[in-house]
């Protein structure tokens, strides 16, 4: 299966797209410290570079990427979105 996000902890919330992502169904990726390969439904563009919800994150919960805390969210996120600046405020600038 080749992989349009990789996911770099099992606790992760986001994914980060190693290709530009259209939406649509069954997209592939994989957690990288397991080897585990997933799908998911993805509901808009995430550019090459850019995080993807992995589940729904609810205003002000904290955006996990790497097994740390990143940021939060600003505003619900549904599974599936694009996750970026217009959606989540980093930690280190709050």
Do not use: C
Not at 22 to 39: H, L
Not at 43 to 56: E, T
Not at 73 to 78: E, N, P, S, V
């Amino acid at each position: 299966m080749a992989h349009s996000f990789l996911v770099h902890a099992p606790d992760d919330v986001v994914g980060v797209a190693v290709q530009d992502i259209d939406p649509g169904p069954a997209v592939p990726g994989k957690i990288q410290s397991n080897g585990s390969e997933f799908t998911l439904d993805v509901v808009d563009p995430v550019p090459l570079g850019h995080k993807v919800a992995l589940r729904p994150l609810a205003s002000g919960e904290q955006v996990i990427k790497y097994g740390i805390a990143i940021g939060r969210a600003t505003r619900d996120i549904r599974a599936g979105e694009h996750v970026h600046v217009h959606n989540v405020k980093g930690e280190r600038w709050a």
